[in-house]
């Protein structure tokens, strides 16, 4: 009596349709190779890539905003020269000022 049970063709269907769902709930859970864990590593990889898309998209958008005001203002173009660059027009006299703290 005690072998009968042990054979898996004399168990309730019901109980083995509950054994074949928690091994395929377990298989893509956690075995495959597109589990649950890992769809969710994904998600979160995908929204952060998302994001830094929004935060580069808006930094381009600054700097066109930028490189468009140097082409439409030589003041502006003058100023950044001078200041960064040093650059001084013909016959002018440059005095660097520095502040000691």
Excluded: C
């Amino acid at each position: 009596m005690y072998l009968e049970n042990l054979n898996p063709l004399r168990w309730k269907k019901s109980f083995l349709m509950a054994l074949l769902g928690a091994f395929v709930f377990v298989w893509f859970a956690f075995i495959d190779v597109y589990s649950l864990k890992t769809r969710w590593e994904l998600h979160q990889q995908k929204d952060k890539l998302h994001s830094k898309t929004m935060e580069l998209a808006a930094q381009s958008e600054l700097l066109e905003i930028k490189l468009e005001s140097l082409e439409n203002d030589p003041t502006l173009l003058e100023k950044i020269a001078r200041e960064e660059y040093g650059m001084r027009k013909p016959g002018e006299t440059v005095y660097k000022i520095t502040v000691k703290e």
